[in-house]
Structures are given as C-alpha cells and as structure tokens.
C-alpha cells in the first residue's frame, strides 16, 4: 500500500515467467476478482497495467486473445492502461521486414479501436503527459489505452549481449546517443531551469543514497490494514488428506432441489429443458436417482447458500457441451436478444453468495490465465474453467506448465483453480477422446495440485464441496465424463449427498463376490469400471474384485493398501485403462500400484496398445480395442509382467 494525493493505493506486481504476454490474462482475473471483492462494476476503483515490448506485443497470439475479453461481460476490467516499451529489437530480430507485417507494434489493438499514443521515449515530459492523458482516457470511458513509448536499448537483450554482431547500423548510431537523462538535463539548462552542473550533482546524490542502501523516495504505508486484503494464512501448510464435512442435511438438500427446478411465472423453457427440471425434482425428492447434472448442481446450490462464491467459465459452460448442466435456461417467448434469461443457481436464497456462470469466448489459453489470476486473487470463490472437450486444454499448456502446476512452488502462490475436462472413450476419435491425464500427472509432485476421475453424482458432489470446505487450496484437475452423465449406473441416491465423503478408492462395491475367493484385483479409473463390471457379469467371473482409484494424485496409498488387503489370497493386480498404454495413468502410478503389492503378488496392464494418437478414428476399430481391453482384464497374464 503506498501514499497518493488521493489516499493510500494497493500496488500489486504479478509474478511473470519468461512466456512472453502470457501473463497479461493472469493480470487481468486477478484485478477481476479485486473488482468483484470491492463491487466495482466498472473498473473505478481498480486498474490492470501491462507492460509489453514491442516485438512480443506484436508477435504473441495471447495479445489478441486478452484484447478480446477486454469489452465482455464475464471478463471486462474496465479497461487496460498498455505500456509498450519499443526498443525496435525482439533479441535478434530488429529488421522490420521480418519483425511484423503491421506498420505499428501496436497495430492489433485495432480490433478494439483502442487509442495510441506514439511517444519519443527521449522527451520525459511528453511520456508523462501522454500517461496522463490516458489515464484520463481510461477513467472517463473504461476502455483500453496504449502508450507506445519508441526508445531503444543501450545493451541489447541482456547485459551479455552483443548487439553489433547483428544490428551494427543500429548500434552505431545508439553508440553515439548521449542518453534520455543527458539530453532531458541539457533541455533543462538551456530552459533556465537547472544550472549547468544541477544535472550530474543529481545522479552522484542518488547513487550516494542508493550506495547507503536509502530509498530517495519511499512511498510505502506501514502498518496499514487495508479491508479488502485477503488473508491466506488459513490455507496455508494445509495436508490434502485434511477431513472435510461435505456432507448436507437431507431438509436442506430438499429445499435447495426445489429452488433449483423452478422457474418464474411467464418464463416458457425449452420442452427439453422442462423435461430436465421434472427429471430434477424427482431426484431432490428422493424419487429417481442423481445424476451428474443434479449432483454437480447441488454442490454449486449448497455452496452459495453457504456463503462461498461460485464462478464458472468455458465455452458452452452455460448449457454444458453435452446438454447436461442447464445452468442458465431462456425463454422461448422472449422478445429481446438481451433479455429472457433465468439462472436457477442465483435464486437459491434471499442472503446467498454470487453464482456467475459465463459462456467464454473462444479461447482456451488466455480464459485459462484469466481464471487462474482470479482464483489466485480470491480463496473463497470457487473458480471453474471447464474445456468444451478436454484436449482442447492443450491449447493452453503454457498456462498449465508456468502457473497452474508449478506456480505455488516458485513464487509460493497458492491457487484452488477447478479444471473440467470432459474426457473418455466412446470412439468419437482422437481429436474427443482424451484429457491428457498423462501430462497433468506428469507435473504431479510435491503435492502441488489435484488430479480426479470421479464416476459418481455423488462424487463430483462430494469433490466440488471438499475444494472449498477443506481449508487447502491446491489446484484441481477433474476429468469429468461424457457418456457417464446419463448412466443409469452412475447416478446416485440422495442419501448419498446427506452422509460420507469424497471417496479416493472405491472399493469392491458387489457384495456376491466373496472376498477369500479372490485371485485378481482389477484396478482402474473412469468410465471402464462400468465396462469391467458389465464384462465380468457376461463372463460369470466372481474370482475377480474391481476397484476403481478416484484420486490419481496425491495417490491414495492408505486407501488404496486398505482395499488390496480385503483380499488376502489375491495373487494378481491388473491396471485397466481405457487410453493407450503410453497415455492414461499406466506409466506414472505404476510405481504407486507396485508399492502398495504384498511379495509374490504380479502386476500386470490391460489396455490400448500404445498409440501415437489419444485414439483410433473408426468406431469398429475402436469397439474391437475395447473388446480387447476388457478380455485381457480377465484373460491370463500375458506381456508386461512384474513380480514383487
């Protein structure tokens, strides 16, 4: 907090790796989530400056990504103040043939129509009257601004450098320029402002000051509390196996479900939709089972009634890219594009926290970076960012490897990001099919983020209400289901919701199958447990446990050693995945799996064959490896065996 003329200002300095722009998004969820703190709708009493160079401002697809929220609902700062430094060299590549094929750096902001302001980085008053305006700029309309400030590096890209080697005409003519302060201080003297030697006497005061270890300016307010600071002590040193209350009262369940299926008077949904909310009512009555629909709603209902915030973004996040959540319905007799539009989940109660739901832009990189500065800005919001298909994450995998997985360990900021990857095998092909588990899990360690595949209402109930009640604020990577959204075998009871918890291993869940007759556990995560069961009934086969591992990391070892021991005259252990061997989760808890064995126990994978691609583009070809997959689950042992 520094001292203005205006009263004291909250100055934050986002952490920046070396990706350049990639943490312009960052920047801006973070002064989202100050703004929504403050309830500042339009930016007055919050700013987001960025910084940029010329070459990158330029050159980095995030630039566009980012200038395009600016102007959105979900996503607007009310406007950006844009710096470019312009030292006309990106590293080596200063030749304008080759650095651009705009006339400006500056040219992308045009899409917005945003003013800039081409300044002589040698006149200082300028530069200064030329942020004022913008400044002025920004406050009076809430919209982008850039200050292009032309200037030049005296050293090149770094100190190392040696610039001549490549731009010898450049730095030939930098060689001979005084300097900014030389030539501001010879303006002065001629203006009768200064003395002749007022100049150099200034830089030997400072540098005797800086050498003293003073500051010559010291802005900064101590001891002041500032009321909207956010304290994240309690999140802090926090252990993943921490026990959380997720349970809900059976009274309060039934009247968040009531809440949740109706509609105003006059509001006409879509026929399907009306369907859904029936559907949805019988469940909150205990009539029908759950489904992951009604499970993932009840979580968010009893979340805001609780006083936790709930803000969820992606493309199609609204109605779900499979059509299963339904979060905000519209009025099929509405008149207006801008009206007819009801949101069940912010009318849950009278004093409840926000529920926000945005359909985001197309964008995956900058809207990822955005709820990541957001949910690092705010512990008591749940943030969402939910993929259309969860190999689109990939398109923001910078944002995954620099912040998301490693951004606490570097810079010790915590961050309780939620990610929904839709991800499983149906034989829509390999551009559908796969989240990548592989890639999150090999980021996995040091207990820096949270990797599940619930298969359950239940669970994802239990798993959204754990993220925010459990005071541990670890990213979350959820990889949610596709065809399991309408299973009838994964729904769940309402009794369900009102008792227990996230569950990491599921065990056995059969009670036909005796336990001492046991010769092979089947360990496995996601949809083919379903498969497995189905397999294993066709074959009669009761010498066979199947347990399915919820939570791939931190890997549940107490839990998972808890379940192998019901099974004291198991000799064998098979990992079935759906994804092909080199993908899914085989490679990086095999050693997990191996651990947790008894001496003399094998191990053995069922599973694709590995695969260049996530899968296979026919159905046939995809049906016969799921054929396969699960006849090697209950076949003899054969390829890969280890023994402990």
Not at 3 to 24: C, D, Q, R
Not at 139 to 145: E, G, I, P
Not at 190 to 212: N, P
Not at 552 to 557: A, D, E, K, Q
């Amino acid at each position: 907090d520094i001292s203005t003329a205006g009263g004291p200002v909250h100055l934050s300095l986002a952490f920046n790796p070396s990706h350049l722009e990639i943490v312009n998004p960052v920047v801006e969820g973070s002064v989202k989530a100050r703004m929504d703190r403050r309830g500042d709708k339009d930016g007055a009493q919050v700013l987001p400056i960025l910084v940029h160079g010329d070459a990158a401002f330029a050159g980095q697809g995030v630039v566009m990504e980012t200038l395009n929220l600016a102007q959105t609902r979900g996503y607007g700062t009310g406007g950006t103040v844009h710096i470019v430094i312009n030292n006309q060299i990106g590293f080596t590549t200063s030749d304008p043939r080759d650095s651009r094929s705009t006339t400006y750096c500056s040219d992308v902001v045009k899409m917005i129509e945003a003013p800039v302001l081409h300044i002589n980085g040698d006149d200082p008053e300028a530069v200064v009257l030329a942020t004022q305006i913008a400044l002025d700029y920004r406050m009076q309309f809430k919209k982008d601004v850039v200050l292009d400030i032309i200037c030049y590096r005296k050293l090149g890209h770094n100190e190392q450098d040696t610039p001549a080697l490549t731009q010898p005409l450049m730095y030939k003519k930098i060689a001979k320029h005084p300097g900014t302060r030389k030539l501001y201080a010879d303006k002065l003297v001629t203006q009768g402002a200064i003395k002749e030697d007022d100049g150099d006497k200034m830089v030997a005061a400072f540098r005797d000051a800086m050498d003293a270890g003073k500051h010559t300016v010291d802005p900064v307010i101590t001891d002041f509390k500032n009321k909207y600071a956010v304290d994240w002590l309690p999140f802090l040193n926090k252990k993943w196996t921490d026990s959380a209350d997720t349970a809900v009262p059976m009274t309060e369940l039934k009247r968040l479900a009531s809440r949740i299926t109706v509609v105003p008077e006059n509001f006409k949904a879509h026929s399907l939709v009306e369907k859904v909310l029936a559907d949805r009512a019988a469940m909150g009555n205990g009539d029908a089972n759950l489904d992951w629909g009604m499970g993932e709603h009840l979580a968010y209902a009893s979340l805001v009634a609780s006083g936790y915030a709930v803000r969820l973004t992606g493309q199609d996040a609204g109605r779900g890219t499979f059509v299963h959540r339904h979060a905000v319905l519209h009025d099929q007799n509405r008149e207006r594009w801008d009206a007819g539009t009801y949101v069940p989940l912010c009318n849950v109660s009278d004093t409840q926290a926000p529920f926000t739901v945005i359909d985001s832009v197309l964008s995956e990189e900058a809207v990822l970076a955005f709820e990541y500065g957001y949910s690092s800005a705010e512990p008591n919001t749940l943030t969402v960012w939910e993929a259309q298909f969860g190999d689109f994450a990939n398109g923001a995998q910078v944002v995954i490897d620099q912040f998301i997985s490693s951004g606490e360990v570097k810079w010790g900021r915590a961050c309780g990001l939620v990610m929904m990857l839709p991800h499983g095998y149906e034989g829509q092909g390999p551009e559908h099919s796969s989240a990548r588990p592989e890639r999150f899990l090999q980021l996995c360690a040091e207990n820096n983020m949270q990797v599940v595949q619930p298969t359950s209402a239940a669970q994802i109930f239990h798993l959204l209400r754990r993220q925010m009640v459990r005071q541990f604020r670890k990213p979350l990577v959820i990889m949610t289901p596709k065809s399991l959204l309408r299973n009838k075998d994964a729904g769940s009871a309402l009794t369900d919701l009102a008792k227990g918890s996230f569950q990491t291993v599921i065990g056995e869940m059969d009670a036909k199958i005796d336990a001492k007759k046991v010769k092979r556990i089947v360990a496995c995560s996601g949809k083919v447990y379903y498969d497995l069961v189905n397999a294993r009934k066709t074959r009669g086969q009761s010498d066979t446990a199947i347990i399915r591992v919820e939570q791939l990391y931190p890997f549940p070892h107490k839990s998972f050693a808890a379940e192998l021991k019901k099974f004291p005259n198991a000799t064998e252990l098979v990992w079935a995945q759906d994804e092909p061997q080199n993908q899914g989760a085989w490679f990086q808890i095999q050693h997990n799996l191996f651990e947790n064995m008894d001496a003399g126990q094998r191990l053995a994978y069922a599973g694709r064959p590995a695969s260049a691609a996530p899968a296979v583009g026919y159905y046939d070809k995809h049906y016969a490896q799921q054929k396969d997959l699960l006849e090697t689950a209950f076949a003899k042992l054969k390829g890969f065996v280890l023994t402990k």
